[in-house]
């Protein structure tokens, strides 16, 4: 009777598992798709007070999703995983166009991710995601009228997280990216002064030969 009782525990413990993986996935979905909503509205029309409601939401929703990713990320569904993390990148790449507050909360959802594991979640993307969220991240970081911005110490932290995440296709994006208009230069300078890994250095630096651009 005892090994009956415990067979019953272990299938509602199991049941109870399920359900609960279940119900973040739900979460995750939920999520992501009030983050997509406030990271399309440079492309929709809305009125002052709808997107004040959209943005307020989507931090919220940065700052829940964030919480989920660094402590259930085992149990939750890769394709949920993978979409959520590609709509936090692209509120990186519309950091101009938010609330500060949506960006320090996206940022830090992102830098709750170990970056091997960031990595290989967007190893499917044919484009350069990460790359491009550098660019955005170099730009915002750059650019004098943002330094006494109070998200910059946070956008500064994803951008070594992500020049840490970076594969050969985002290294090559932002090497190669002149509309940006940020410099290399800066960029190398700022990792120097950040103290960013070598790791970093050479994935640039490998970027910068396979691709012939030489004026930094």
């Not at 399920?18 to 999520?31: C, K």
């Not at 800066?186 to 950040?194: H, V």
């Amino acid at each position: 009777s005892c090994v009956l009782v415990q067979k019953g525990i272990q299938s509602q413990v199991e049941a109870e598992a399920v359900i609960s993986a279940q119900y973040a996935d739900n979460l995750v979905e939920l999520f992501t798709k009030k983050i997509r909503e406030a990271a399309s509205l440079s492309s929709t029309h809305r009125s002052c007070k709808q997107r004040v409601g959209i943005q307020k939401q989507a931090r919220g929703a940065c700052n829940s999703l964030g919480l989920l990713l660094a402590n259930v990320l085992g149990h939750l569904d890769s394709c949920h995983v993978r979409e959520s993390i590609a709509c936090l990148l692209d509120c990186v790449m519309h950091l101009r166009m938010l609330d500060e507050k949506v960006v320090t909360a996206a940022s830090a959802a992102l830098r709750s991710l170990d970056p091997e594991f960031l990595s290989s979640m967007l190893v499917e993307e044919e484009e350069p995601v990460v790359g491009r969220a550098i660019s955005s991240c170099c730009v915002f970081c750059f650019e004098e009228k943002n330094t006494g911005k109070r998200s910059i110490q946070e956008v500064e932290r994803l951008l070594g997280h992500l020049l840490a995440s970076s594969r050969a296709s985002d290294a090559e994006h932002v090497v190669q990216s002149p509309e940006d208009n940020f410099g290399l230069h800066r960029l190398f300078q700022w990792m120097i002064d950040k103290e960013i890994s070598t790791e970093a250095f050479a994935t640039i630096a490998a970027a910068i030969r396979s691709t012939g651009s030489v004026e930094i």
